[in-house]
């Protein structure tokens, strides 16, 4: 509880003021990563390319010209099969983005966090050394 002395209670009161600042700051920098973020993922035959962007929309699609000896719903389940692995990755670089913003043990870091990784759970035929993650394809 605040003393009697005015000049601790403002000192205090200014101490307040720049972890709220801090914290409002570490939170947007959080947000501007997050939203630049974008993931990759590479079929286990290496057939299917896919980038997805933060929000988990496919933004780049290559496939290799050996799709054409496949049927329509092989390449469909494959396609989202890659997607689902892409946009898993975004969990993983949402939690590196936390960690050197607002911290993991944050309530905002774990809600973003935990957000994530409900919207993207890891596939359970996960093949995590046939991902390329970055904020670029680099293909």
Do not use: N, Y
């Not at 390319?49 to 496919?58: C, F, K, M």
């Amino acid at each position: 509880m605040l003393g009697q002395d005015p000049d601790e209670a403002q000192e205090m009161l200014h101490s307040w003021t720049a972890q709220l600042s801090t914290r409002a700051e570490a939170a947007a920098d959080l947000s501007e990563r997050v939203a630049a973020l974008a993931a990759s993922a590479v079929s286990a035959d290496g057939a299917v390319r896919v980038t997805v962007a933060a929000s988990g929309a496919l933004t780049d699609l290559r496939l290799d010209d050996r799709v054409q000896r496949m049927r329509g719903s092989e390449l469909a389940s494959i396609i989202m099969a890659t997607v689902a692995r892409a946009q898993a990755g975004l969990t993983d670089q949402v939690i590196v983005a936390v960690h050197d913003t607002v911290g993991t043990d944050s309530e905002t870091g774990r809600a973003v966090a935990d957000t994530f990784a409900r919207r993207f759970p890891k596939p359970a035929d996960e093949q995590t050394d046939r991902w390329e993650r970055g904020t670029s394809s680099g293909w």
